[in-house]
């Protein structure tokens, strides 16, 4: 019976540190609502692995402050939206960023600087086809986009894509 037992409680605490890994795992992607549900579940499941329970306590204070900082309401208009989608590139939360900037283009599609911000945001999230087709509307709403593609960092994991040397060395004719 000592063997059954011991059994049981090596398969709880393999199952305790599977949902402390899909939690981490939450965590990674900024995926704080997720991660704090995963880590509840976790407390509240396995009160007997004490250490981990510790870890994961400090995790859900993480959550609780990141989720603390986000802004009451979502952005609406053009102007917060493509704000918005600036402001969480520069926090390197590209994927997001997108979500704001495709979001304003559907209120303005045809306006240059949402456009070379999706680019922009696409080319840092390994976005290829939409960086090059952001960029190209870019370009053809204001020719000066070229230049300035061709020193932006944003671009940098492009660089030696056929498409983007075309698209930012080609004059306009």
């Given amino acids: 019976m000592t063997g059954k037992k011991a059994s049981v409680a090596e398969r709880r605490s393999t199952q305790s540190l599977e949902l402390f890994e899909k939690a981490l795992r939450a965590l990674a992607r900024k995926d704080y609502d997720r ?3 995963i880590l509840a579940d976790l407390i509240r499941a396995y009160p007997e692995e004490r250490d981990l329970l ?3 306590r400090a995790y859900q204070a993480l959550c609780e402050r990141a989720l603390e900082k986000r802004p009451a309401s ?3 208009t053009f102007e917060d939206l493509l704000n918005y989608g600036v402001y969480l590139h520069n926090k390197g939360e590209y994927a997001e960023s997108l979500k ?3 979001q304003a283009a559907e209120i303005h599609p045809k306006n240059e600087h949402v456009l070379y911000c999706i680019a922009a945001a696409a080319s840092r999230a390994g976005e290829v086809a939409i960086a090059l087709k952001a960029l190209r509307s870019a370009i053809v709403a ?3 986009n070229r230049a300035q593609a061709r020193a932006d960092s944003d671009f940098d994991p492009l660089r030696q894509d056929e498409e983007f040397l075309t ?3 080609t004059r306009a004719s």
Wanted: charged share 30%; net charge positive; hydrophobic share 40%.
């Fill in 167 to 169: 698209l930012v060395h």
């Fill in 74 to 76: 979502r952005p609406k």
């Fill in 35 to 37: 991660a704090q549900d």
């Fill in 54 to 56: 510790d870890r994961a």
């Fill in 142 to 144: 204001n020719p000066a």
């Fill in 100 to 102: 704001a900037l495709h």
